[in-house]
């Protein structure tokens, strides 16, 4: 009831319901006041203030009707089959970027390295190395937008000044390994499991399955079949690619007996990644030691040089946290937001995000 039901918490006597972050936050999440990696109900004041309790026993709320077979509209989400589902780009999310690509056409330049960065009076300068011919060219700009990992940052040649040097330094990041399977057929939207889209969680290091969220009532279908994190992610990452998926086939059987089975789930279709050992990557993703590391990351290094990505905001590790940096540093550079940011105790305006 306390879990479920949204009971007691801060400022909320124990047993009374004084609403829950399911409405949404008061005060809209900032990139200036946040630092540790996600947004909880532990720092999410809730919004709106909560149905008088008369007023909700009048509704009679459990007794309306749902759409299909008379389900209990506040239950329904929380029925197997009901799954809520986050839908995707045509073709994933790989659609993403390359859209954009094509958008660009070959102002993008692949399988290039950047050797040092050089902060000018008027502008950016980066010398960079063609890694298949092995050809150094400089290029020049008036900003540079990087999103390269802080973690990789600190180790290219610049002259950031100090206190960006000491910020990149503080980065650390951790590691991951992922699993994924091609299945001959959706065996998880079966009479039997009628799973569509969402996860599973598993009481062992393999942690969760994940369902794809496109393609429903297609023959075939691929799904991440695990996700090792920190000190497993380190040892599994360093077992061989046969080694790492026979052991994540068994694991995965306990909740999905089919994974084992070759005519379902083929051993020699299944993929695995470990972030740590991706080149450009090194890291599942970028976290900082000191809040005032994270702060520093949210100004420009010497006017001309910004930190993009999900490491630049709150939600390290989402896709919505790298275009909220995006946002952020479009409206520093329009003047439509101040280029230096009160430290997240001192803002007023900042929901601290410190645990």
Not at 52 to 77: C, M
Not at 146 to 171: M, Q
Request: net charge negative.
């Amino acid at each position: 009831m306390q879990l479920f039901g949204g009971l007691g918490g801060d400022g909320c006597e124990e047993g009374d319901f004084c609403g829950t972050s399911r409405f949404g936050c008061s005060i809209k999440p900032r990139i200036a006041g946040s630092f540790e990696p996600s947004i909880s109900d532990d720092n999410c004041t809730a919004s709106p203030a909560p149905i008088a309790f008369p007023d909700l026993v009048r509704s009679e709320y459990w007794n309306k009707a749902g759409a299909v077979g008379g389900h209990t509209p506040i239950l329904q989400a929380s029925k197997l089959v009901y799954q809520p589902g986050m839908l995707q780009p045509v073709n994933g999310m790989d659609a993403l970027p390359q859209a954009l690509s094509e958008q660009l056409g070959d102002r993008v330049q692949l399988n290039t390295a950047v050797e040092h960065i050089q902060l000018t009076k008027d502008g950016v300068e980066i010398g960079y190395k063609n890694t298949l011919t092995g050809e150094r060219a400089t290029l020049k700009g008036a900003y540079c937008l990087s999103s390269v990992p802080a973690t990789l940052l600190a180790k290219i040649k610049n002259n950031f000044p100090e206190d960006a040097r000491a910020a990149i330094s503080d980065a650390h990041t951790r590691p991951a390994v992922r699993f994924a399977y091609q299945a001959n057929h959706r065996f998880w939207q079966n009479d039997e499991n009628q799973i569509y889209g969402g996860m599973s969680f598993l009481d062992n290091p393999l942690a969760e399955v994940w369902y794809p969220s496109s393609g429903f009532h297609m023959r075939k279908g691929g799904f991440m079949g695990g996700f090792y994190l920190r000190d497993e992610a380190t040892r599994v990452g360093k077992l061989s690619l046969e080694w790492r998926i026979a052991e994540a086939r068994k694991l995965g059987a306990k909740i999905h007996p089919e994974i084992l089975d070759d005519a379902i789930v083929p051993g020699n279709r299944a993929l695995s990644l470990a972030w740590q050992h991706i080149p450009g990557e090194e890291g599942m993703v970028t976290l900082f030691r000191q809040q005032n590391s994270y702060e520093r990351m949210l100004t420009p290094f010497g006017d001309r040089f910004f930190m993009l990505g999900c490491q630049a905001s709150p939600l390290r590790g989402w896709v919505e946290g790298a275009l909220m940096s995006v946002e952020h540093v479009l409206a520093q550079m329009t003047a439509h937001r101040a280029t230096t940011i009160a430290g997240i105790q001192d803002d007023p305006k900042a929901r601290n995000m410190l645990i």
